[in-house]
C-alpha cells in the first residue's frame, strides 16, 4: 500500500543547475574574501579596502571568518545532502552580512563601495529563497525514507 506524500515538484534541471552556478560562483568569492581578510596584514589590505583602517582588527578577521565559512557552507551540505538545509541558512547569512557592508558604506557615504557588496547580498538571497522554494535539496535521509514509503 502505498501512501501519497505531500512534496513540491522537483525543480527542473535548468533551475538546479543556475543555482549550482550561483552557488559556487559565490563560494568562489567569499571564499578568497575571506581568506584575504583572514591572512594578509591589515596595511596590505587597508591598499585594497580602505575601510579596514578605520575598523577594529578583530572585526576584519571576524568578516573573514564570516565570509570562509559562508563560502563552505554554501556548496558543503548541499553537495553532500547531509543537512542541505545549512545551505539557505548559509547564504541568508551572507546576505545579512552584505546587507551590513552596504548600510556600512552608505553611512561613510562611499557610495562607490556600495555595488559590490549590493550585488552579492542580491545574489545570496536569491540562493536562499531557490534552495528554500523551487531548487530545495533533499537530505539522502528523506529520500531513503521516501523510496522506501513508495516500495512498500
Do not use: C, Y
Amino acid at each position: 500500500m502505498s501512501v501519497p506524500m505531500a512534496s513540491s515538484p522537483p525543480a527542473n534541471g535548468g533551475l538546479r543547475t543556475t543555482f549550482w552556478v550561483l552557488q559556487i560562483l559565490l563560494a568562489v568569492v567569499f571564499g578568497a574574501s575571506g581568506i584575504l581578510k583572514l591572512s594578509a596584514p591589515i596595511e596590505e589590505l587597508g591598499k585594497m579596502l580602505p575601510w579596514v583602517h578605520d575598523a577594529p582588527e578583530l572585526m576584519v578577521r571576524f568578516i573573514g571568518i564570516a565570509e570562509l565559512i559562508g563560502a563552505v557552507g554554501l556548496i558543503l551540505p548541499a553537495a553532500t545532502r547531509i543537512s542541505p538545509i545549512l545551505t539557505p541558512f548559509a547564504s541568508l547569512s551572507l546576505t545579512v552580512v552584505m546587507t551590513l557592508a552596504v548600510l556600512f558604506h552608505l553611512t561613510r557615504k562611499e557610495f562607490s563601495a556600495v555595488p559590490l557588496p549590493l550585488v552579492l547580498g542580491v545574489l545570496s538571497g536569491l540562493v536562499t529563497w531557490g534552495r528554500l522554494q523551487p531548487a530545495k535539496i533533499h537530505s539522502r535521509r528523506r529520500e531513503r525514507r521516501e523510496a522506501m514509503l513508495h516500495n512498500s
